[in-house]
């Protein structure tokens, strides 16, 4: 869906933000770039996809977690949720062209058809519900505890939050804010996905396992192991591939995403937390929440290309 | 030199996390916590490294020009107690797990009332970009908050009987800042609490500047004959500065709030402005005229049940009346 910007894009983006703070940053084309939020210093690491180096390191705004281009490619989005805001970044000028105030977004998406924005309070337990188009609040929903992770169903109606405090998966109905379901899914469940069938995985934390969900009933339908602290997804650009972060075992689970059959498993020490991978699908890129650094792994030989250093505790990531 | 050593800190952390914390917190079932628990043992291991060079660069001075002689090795004992259960995590510890639930509920209520807390950028939008002197901004907005809750410990009958644990000690050292009730602490976190409300929490990115301002602290109280002379004096609370807050002859009880003086915790500015400040180049003895013996002399948990007992006299005496006095609901002896 997301198109890559001209190469120098993020270079620029970087040494407006740089100058704003008064730091020099190289000014080198890159034919990708990464962004990857510390969420514990409040700042923006920018790396070179191909020296494999940070280029430069800006403060954004309070408690950085999770990052996504908004629906029209025009703006990257930032959510700092201690700061409680949005920062939309320009991605024509690479200027900060908006800070938004909202409350504690934590983990943020956009349903497949733009109509809706969502923001998880983790801290607060809350789910709001946005309309996408003026971010104006139209639900706003009690969530116990701790909601997490969000994904949407293909037909935009229904989005699903995990609930890591209550080791529950709820789904929401977008147009009426109301709950459809609300079950029991695993202990501490973390990331949730939506397959290509419509049906939902959430990534069980406290356990050793994802689980698949019918997304009408909220029934689970079966559970795949893959590793101690089975925490986030990420799926290949050809869609044949799902990868999932395994925070206590230190791996990653590579999964067939049509059969959710186990293909093998990448090392990935230091806490891994999310993941992009590069458009010709070789690299993935995961960051080491608890080592502060940023793993590139070959994916097709499993073999670590590189470990970047980075800010503290780095979670969410994006790849230009 | 700050970025590698907050990169070795780091590195330490993540290891112990991952080798010792973690598996306990996946066997327990408690990985909700992690991101928590993982931010805890930062405040572990800067606090560790917070003691290390406050003995360090501290002690020396204690030994080249000290105030008095220590004659009192158990009361110093204490201290350090306090020192490290405050700046080893535990104190801090409990009071996350009471007072998070209450913060959460009051903050989430107010979101929901369309409250959003604001932060000093965004009144100010200059600050923007400026993460160094919006950081120096909140020191001085939240030293101003320290100053007048400082003043209401003293201010308050039943917040002075905990508060005065912490000037009680009349061998004053390097390690006496932690020497507080846990139930102080509390309030102080509340106070802390309810000012993050007002304007936000403080920027992250620079922890050792937080570390920095705690060693001033440290300082201040530091067994040391060292004054930082006019200018200097006037720009940053120091070892004579504080002592005069301490001495003997303005912690009487009942409390002369005339002669309180000294109230500011970093910035002697806003002793200057509200007319609490006193220069005299005095170091005079600290302590509790009215307390003394077993009150003072006593080990941690002994201390903390004597604050729950000062605190009980106090609020029998402004509930009932029927106390002579807060005098003698502080005297032991």
């Not at chain 1, 970087?14 to 510390?38: D, E, F």
């Not at chain 2, 901004?137 to 400082?150: K, N, S």
């Not at chain 2, 507080?180 to 993050?196: E, G, R």
Request: with cysteine; net charge neutral.
């Amino acid at each position: 869906m997301w198109s890559l910007p001209p190469p120098s894009l993020l270079h620029r983006l970087a040494a407006v933000a740089a100058l704003a703070v008064g730091i020099t940053v190289a000014a080198a084309a890159s034919a990708k770039t990464v962004i990857v939020l510390n969420s514990d210093d409040d700042s923006l690491s920018v790396l070179d996809g191909d020296t494999y180096q940070e280029t430069s390191r800006v403060y954004i705004g309070r408690s950085p977690n999770h990052l996504m281009m908004t629906p029209d490619t025009k703006f990257l989005l930032i959510a700092d949720s201690e700061g409680n805001e949005l920062v939309f970044i320009d991605r024509a000028t690479g200027k900060i062209a908006r800070r938004l105030g909202i409350s504690d977004p934590y983990q943020i998406g956009f349903s497949p058809d733009a109509k809706w924005f969502v923001a998880n309070s983790l801290r607060l337990n809350r789910v709001d519900i946005y309309d996408a188009a003026t971010y104006k609040l139209v639900h706003r929903l009690p969530a116990e505890t701790m909601p997490s992770h969000i994904a949407f169903s293909a037909d935009s109606k229904t989005v699903f939050v995990s609930l890591q405090g209550t080791d529950r998966l709820i789904a929401i109905d977008l147009a009426s804010g109301k709950v459809r379901w609300n079950v029991l899914v695993g202990p501490q469940p973390a990331g949730v996905w939506t397959r290509k069938t419509g049906t939902v995985l959430a990534a069980i934390m406290g356990s050793d396992h994802i689980a698949e969900v019918d997304p009408k009933s909220g029934a689970i339908l079966r559970t795949i192991r893959t590793g101690r602290g089975a925490h986030n997804f990420q799926v290949s650009p050809d869609g044949k591939t799902l990868y999932v972060t395994n925070r206590v075992a230190g791996t990653i689970s590579t999964l067939d995403a049509d059969t959710l059959k186990v293909t093998g498993t990448l090392k990935a020490p230091g806490g891994p937390d999310d993941m992009v991978v590069t458009p010709d699908g070789q690299e993935l890129w995961v960051t080491g929440r608890w080592r502060a650094w940023v793993d590139v792994i070959e994916t097709a030989s499993g073999a670590l290309k590189a470990t970047i250093p980075v800010g503290r505790s780095p979670h969410g990531i994006f790849m230009y | 030199m700050s970025d590698a050593l907050m990169r070795l800190v780091g590195q330490v952390q993540g290891i112990v996390f991952q080798a010792t914390v973690q598996p306990v917190l996946y066997w327990l079932g408690l990985m909700d916590w992690a991101e928590d628990v993982f931010e805890g043992l930062e405040v572990v291991l800067l606090g560790a490294l917070a003691i290390a060079v406050t003995y360090i660069l501290f002690r020396p001075l204690e030994l080249w020009r000290p105030v008095e002689r220590r004659t009192d090795r158990r009361a110093v004992w204490t201290d350090i107690v306090y020192t490290l259960v405050h700046k080893l995590g535990i104190v801090p510890a409990i009071i996350f797990l009471l007072l998070t639930p209450i913060g959460t509920a009051i903050d989430s209520y107010l979101r929901f009332k369309g409250y959003i807390p604001p932060t000093i950028e965004q009144v100010v939008p200059a600050l923007r970009g400026w993460p160094l002197v919006t950081l120096l901004v909140y020191i001085v907005v939240l030293d101003f908050g320290e100053y007048w809750r400082h003043r209401l410990q003293h201010r308050l009958p039943w917040w002075w009987a905990l508060h005065s644990l912490h000037h009680d000690q009349r061998q004053m050292t390097l390690w006496s800042d932690d020497r507080n009730h846990v139930l102080d602490d509390m309030l102080v976190a509340t106070w802390d609490a309810a000012v993050a409300l007002l304007i936000g929490i403080t920027p992250g990115e620079f922890p050792f500047v937080i570390i920095g301002l705690r060693m001033i602290e440290s300082l201040s109280h530091t067994n040391v004959r060292v004054d930082f002379g006019r200018i200097g004096g006037a720009l940053l609370v120091g070892p004579q500065y504080h002592r005069l807050h301490h001495a003997i002859e303005h912690a009487q009880a009942p409390f002369d709030r005339t002669m309180g003086c000294n109230f500011a915790i970093i910035l002697p500015l806003w002793d200057h402005l509200f007319r609490t400040a006193r220069r005299t180049g005095q170091f005079l003895p600290t302590g509790v005229a009215a307390l003394s013996g077993r009150a003072i002399r006593c080990g941690y948990l002994a201390h903390q049940v004597e604050g729950f007992r000062r605190l009980g006299h106090a609020l029998a005496h402004l509930f009932s009346r029927c106390h002579p006095g807060f005098v003698a609901a502080f005297r032991t002896e």
